[in-house]
């Protein structure tokens, strides 16, 4: 039996999942029983598999084809110390997520980190260096990332993203 916190991040996932597929009209997976099956001190694994493999097991959704190189770490919480952000005090919660977003991460690909946060919102994080790369109007910028609503990052943004992540694939 799975525990609520499980039952609740795969919620989430869904959710994540389901806005990127009606967005981009392709579609957008969990990975199933995700849980870092590449990511941390399981790296190694990446030796033994072929790319779209690799691919599908990076983060917690599973991209199209055409989109590998989008990586994905979803969470949901009932709280956030959102009061941190702007006191220029360390969120090891949110540290935590980015870590796990860029282990996952190969060169060249794009991470995301998106949280979900009970009656706040969804929220996108990613690096601060390809800021001028998007249209953001509204953000908050944390140690070397950017901190942004999820749904307008991605709606403002399909095209770049997608033109940032596209691989060959059907």
Avoid: C
């Amino acid at each position: 039996m799975s525990s609520k916190g499980k039952v609740k991040g795969n919620a989430g996932e869904r959710k994540v999942a389901e806005f990127l597929t009606g967005l981009y009209g392709q579609k957008f997976l969990r990975v199933p029983n995700s849980g870092a099956f590449l990511g941390g001190a399981n790296t190694f694994r990446k030796a033994a598999l072929d790319e779209g493999q690799i691919a599908t097991f990076k983060a917690d959704l599973i991209p199209p084809s055409n989109m590998r190189k989008l990586v994905i770490e979803s969470k949901f919480y009932g709280e956030f110390p959102f009061h941190n952000l702007f006191k220029n005090v360390d969120v090891p919660l949110l540290d935590k997520w980015v870590e796990q977003a860029k282990i996952s991460a190969d060169d060249g690909d794009f991470w995301v980190v998106v949280f979900r946060i009970n009656r706040k919102g969804a929220f996108a994080v990613f690096d601060k260096s390809l800021f001028d790369k998007f249209v953001i109007s509204d953000y908050v910028s944390y140690k070397t990332n950017i901190i942004t609503e999820f749904e307008k990052f991605f709606t403002d943004n399909k095209d770049v993203i997608f033109e940032m992540v596209q691989t060959a694939g059907t």
